[in-house]
């Protein structure tokens, strides 16, 4: 481990600090301290995070409640538990201007013999746009695997209250203190790509429900309420026969939001996240390398990407909605 030259403002416990690092939270003390780029540590809000324990009993509470698992359940054994705190650039972006697009439809009218012609025809179409969407993205460079983007969703569903970072002082964080990954990027660069994908949310919408888009004109304006919030994330590791398993579970709460188990692995997977694999995620810059035409979901899993989720009304009309629609974060 390489020597870090950084110490805590307030307590002046040393910090571990990578070139990328812009916010370091003090590990012990919890103060948000600056170490470069454009961030305020005023904007920066947290969501408390259950203790180890509660994850624990979330982990056999759920193993109890599930059919296959609790068949299993004697041969089951927790190895590790681990939690975090990472950060999410989240903010709103209002969207406004027009867009033409084409779609071909079948069009039937029946003759005076009383046979039906069909033929397909192309008809046009313009429509406004006036909203604001509200995105939640990651402030790292790199993203771990397993259950990332379900936590996101699960955030946008249950919207956990936030506190104020600055506002903690060192005995409440004491009670809540779990790692905090660094903050890789900054409000400068995170409202870019907020502006960005805020424009690509509008172009998927149209892209999937047109033949061909014509004229898009639309705009996004400044993201107002730009925060940084720190999420909590627990992963529960245990073993099964001669394998490692993982269940994640989001850290405000103690839902159960991905896993991989000893059963059927990608199904399981899918049904933790509620909405199945719904197409809720956006990459960074148009980076869509996805199973779905909407957003880049399979960016966020690889890890390759950073990606976004659009909340609320980003989402109406989309699929996702089957599950109700998504709270606005
Ligand atoms: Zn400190």
Redesign the pocket.
């Known amino acids: 481990m390489e020597e870090s030259t950084f110490r805590?403002?307030?307590?002046?416990?040393p910090?571990e600090v990578s070139p990328e690092t812009i916010i370091a939270v003090?590990?012990?003390?919890?103060?948000p301290?600056h170490i470069s780029g454009n961030i305020k540590t005023e904007n920066i809000h947290i969501i408390p995070s259950l203790d180890k324990n509660a994850i624990a009993q979330s982990f056999w509470k759920r193993v109890e409640k599930d059919f296959d698992l609790r068949r299993i359940k004697d041969d089951i054994e927790i190895v590790d538990i681990e939690g975090h705190y990472a950060p999410y650039w989240a903010g709103k972006v209002h969207v406004e201007g027009t867009v033409k697009y084409m779609k071909r439809e079948e069009e039937c009218h029946t003759d005076s013999k009383g046979n039906t012609h069909c033929h397909t025809v192309e008809r046009h179409y313009t429509e406004g746009v006036n909203e604001n969407l509200s995105l939640l993205g990651s402030a790292r460079r790199q993203i771990k695997s397993l259950g990332v983007e379900d936590t996101i969703k699960h955030f946008s569903k249950s919207r956990p209250e936030e506190t104020k970072l600055l506002n903690l002082d060192e005995e409440r964080w004491g009670k809540i203190k779990l790692e905090i990954l660094n903050t890789e990027m900054d409000e400068l660069h995170a409202k870019l790509m907020m502006r960005e994908d805020a424009v690509d949310v509008i172009r998927n919408r149209f892209l999937a429900k047109s033949d061909r888009i014509e004229r898009f004109d639309i705009h996004a304006s400044e993201p107002e309420d730009v925060r940084l919030l720190l999420l909590p994330m627990w992963v529960v590791y245990y073993k099964y026969g001669n394998s490692i398993f993982q269940t994640v579970f989001a850290g405000w709460d103690g839902k159960a939001v991905a896993s991989t188990e000893p059963m059927n692995l990608f199904r399981r997977a899918e049904y933790l996240a509620g909405t199945g694999v719904g197409a809720l995620i956006a990459a960074f810059g148009g980076a869509f390398i996805s199973v779905s035409p909407i957003f880049g979901i399979l960016a966020m899993v690889g890890g390759a990407a950073l990606g976004w989720v659009a909340g609320g009304k980003a989402l109406k009309g989309q699929r996702v909605e089957r599950e109700g629609s998504l709270g606005v974060i």
Not at 26 to 31: A, E, T
């Open positions: 805590c403002e307030r307590c002046g416990a910090l003090c590990p012990y003390c919890g103060f301290n």
